[in-house]
Antibody
């Protein structure tokens, strides 16, 4: 069982950096990628990227030049968090940002099996 | 990038009836597909992965099928709590992972 909770500013000014943190409690041991997904108002889901237990990352190419995902998750720390930074934001980055746990496997059984509740970030001056 | 196309955009169904949702991939993704349900103001919830494996705690009225480029989510007898938006997601190509645009299942 795992729980995820996003935190960060609800409003960011255009051209500034959006920063969010996801705090994880529960099961962090296993084949997981710690992921971010966003959803603009009244629209569908967009995968942003992930960071692995070892710190390797995989980013959506459409955001890669502005994106940093980092992690502070390990089995021997009580603080388990991972973070998102998106620079040079515009109104198009206004969305609900979800942190999530992606389970991966050796075959086709990959899935996003746990989600945070989401955090609305509005880009506005 | 693999494009996922869901149809229809909106499906009007009466409670107790069957709902059939479609998801098509722009290229073969084997069985590397998941389905999610999202209700207003909530995060998505995993329903199906590996195209046909129900996630933990998901009722048997939800079933998934398909492989390659054509996939289906079937809800055998719609309950009131099933009216929501449903998304498919492919995991065959991770650069990037992509979702379908969603199908809204509404009360007829």
């Amino acid at each position: 069982q795992v729980q995820l909770q996003e935190s960060g500013p609800g409003v960011v000014k255009p051209s500034e950096t959006l920063s969010l943190t996801c705090t994880v409690s529960g099961d962090t041991i296993g084949n997981y990628y710690w992921s971010w997904i966003r959803q603009p108002p009244e629209r569908g889901l967009e995968w942003i990227g992930y960071v692995s237990y070892s710190g390797s990352t995989n980013y959506n190419p459409s955001l890669k030049s502005r994106l940093t995902i980092s992690s502070d998750i390990s089995s021997d720390t009580s603080r388990k968090q991972f973070s998102l930074e998106l620079s040079s934001v515009t109104a198009a980055d206004t969305a609900v940002y979800f942190c999530a746990r992606t389970a991966y496997c050796g075959g086709d059984c990959h899935r996003i099996d746990s989600w945070g509740q989401g955090s609305l970030v509005t880009v506005s001056s | 990038e693999i494009v996922m196309t869901q149809s229809p955009a909106t499906l009007s169904v009466s409670p107790g009836e069957r709902a059939t949702l479609s998801c098509r991939a722009s290229q073969s993704i084997s069985s590397s597909l998941a389905w999610y349900q999202q209700k207003p103001g909530q995060a998505p919830r995993l329903l199906i992965y590996d195209a046909s494996t129900r996630a933990t705690g998901i009722p048997a009225r939800f079933s998934g099928s398909g492989s390659g480029t054509e996939f289906t989510l079937t809800i055998s007898s719609l309950q009131s709590e099933d009216f929501a938006v449903y998304y498919c997601q492919q995991f065959n190509d991770w650069r990037p992972l992509t979702f379908g645009g969603g199908t809204k299942v509404e009360i007829k």
